[in-house]
Nanobody, 123 residues
Framework: QVQLVESGGGLVQAGGSLRLSCAAS????????MGWFRQAPGKEREFVGA????????YYEDSVKGRVTISRDKAKNTVYLQMNSVKVEDTAAYYC????????????????WGQGTQVTVSS
């Protein structure tokens, strides 16, 4: 099993930046990729992007491309989400996810989930 714990959420002003972290523990050697999702109130969970654990370019959904950077620190078993020029519509609970099976980096198929961290963007 893999456990995931997100941190870094909170209140951000529109136009500012945020950085979320997700620390993995447990059977981390099995992780093949990690990703980020978000869910705004009253909306379905949305895939933000992902990064493979072995390297290669991250994937970003069109809705956030150009504003988001996903990176990972394998030594710390941690993945990060950096978002710039945040907008009020970025307000959501952000979830980290991991998988221990192989999929294309663009796949939103994950088996492990964190509890989420709330991000609220004020105007």
């Amino acid at each position: 099993q893999v456990q995931l714990v997100e941190s870094g959420g909170g209140l951000v002003q529109a136009g500012g930046s945020l950085r979320l972290s997700c620390a993995a523990s447990g059977l981390t050697f099995r992780i093949t990729a990690m990703g980020w999702f978000r869910q705004a109130p009253g909306k379905e969970r949305e895939f933000v992007g992902a990064i493979t654990w072995t390297g290669g370019a991250p994937y970003y959904e069109d809705s956030v491309k150009g504003r988001v950077t996903i990176s990972r620190d394998k030594a710390k078993n941690t993945v990060y989400l950096q978002m710039n020029s945040v907008k009020v519509e970025d307000t959501a609970a952000y979830y980290c996810a991991a998988r221990d099976f192989y999929r294309d980096v663009r796949s939103s198929d994950f088996g492990y989930w964190g509890q989420g961290t709330q991000v609220t963007v004020s105007s």
